[in-house]
């Protein structure tokens, strides 16, 4: 069964950074892109970017180039965003989904919770 | 970058009732449009790819049509745990999800 499994949810402070990550099982890893969406409280989907695990090809969406960092260590087949200096408005669920050839997302991780509070 | 729009924002429907939901692209994306399903406190769940074709194990009520830059998605015959926001995504161009459409039962 293929299955993106992410870590648990994060309650950080503003300026910190957080490096969140989605374990992928059950396909070969190497082989299909992953992608991080976002979703804010109440708010539709956002895609941030997609990375393909076997040579580290990344793409961003424009509206988060510099914002965050996907990252992935096929030896751990896992899938990472990262922040290094997180705001408020990074409050959100964010879920990793894996894509074959750049076209639909099928699965989905679970969803992490990170909320950004003083 | 392409912009996707859906109408109606919500809708409130009676249980068997025919449930249509529009997507329009700002430019022709041939059939690269994909619609999920989100549940609320899940995660999304893909329905339909490439504009009509039904995801293994998704029920046959659901279905899609369109290309260009008009799509449909109907739910023939709705159903109690139909109940989601509705979402279509573009891949013609990277990607562009629509803002979603609500479907509760009336």
């Known amino acids: 069964e293929v299955q993106l499994v992410q870590s648990g949810a994060e309650v950080k402070k503003p300026g910190e950074s957080l490096k969140i990550s989605c374990k992928a099982s059950?396909?070969?890893?190497?082989?299909?892109?992953i992608g991080w969406v976002r979703q804010m409280p109440g708010k539709g989907l956002e895609w941030m970017g997609i990375i393909y695990p076997d040579d580290s090809d990344t793409r961003y969406n424009p509206s988060f180039q510099g914002q965050v960092t996907i990252s992935s260590d096929k030896s751990i087949t896992t899938a990472y965003l990262q922040w290094s200096s997180l705001k408020a408005s990074d409050t959100a669920i964010y879920f990793c989904?894996?894509?074959?050839?750049?076209?639909?997302?099928?699965?989905w991780g679970q969803g992490t919770l990170v909320t950004v509070s003083s | 970058d392409i912009q996707m729009t859906q109408s109606p924002a919500s809708l409130s429907a009676s249980v068997g009732d025919r449930v249509t939901i529009t997507c329009q692209a700002s430019?022709?994306?041939?059939?690269?449009l994909n619609w999920y399903q989100q549940k609320p406190g899940k995660a999304p769940n893909l329905l339909i790819y490439d504009a009509s074709n039904l995801e293994t194990g998704v029920p046959s009520r659901f279905s899609g049509s369109g290309s260009g830059t008009d799509f449909t998605f109907t739910i023939s015959s709705l159903q109690p745990e139909d109940i989601a926001t509705y979402y279509c995504?573009?891949?013609?161009?990277?990607?562009?999800f629509g803002p979603g459409t609500k479907v509760d039962i009336k």
């Open positions: 430019q022709d994306i041939s059939n690269y």
């Open positions: 995504q573009q891949y013609d161009n990277l990607f562009t």
């Open positions: 989904a894996r894509t074959g050839s750049v076209d639909w997302f099928d699965p």
């Open positions: 059950g396909y070969n890893f190497t082989n299909y892109w």
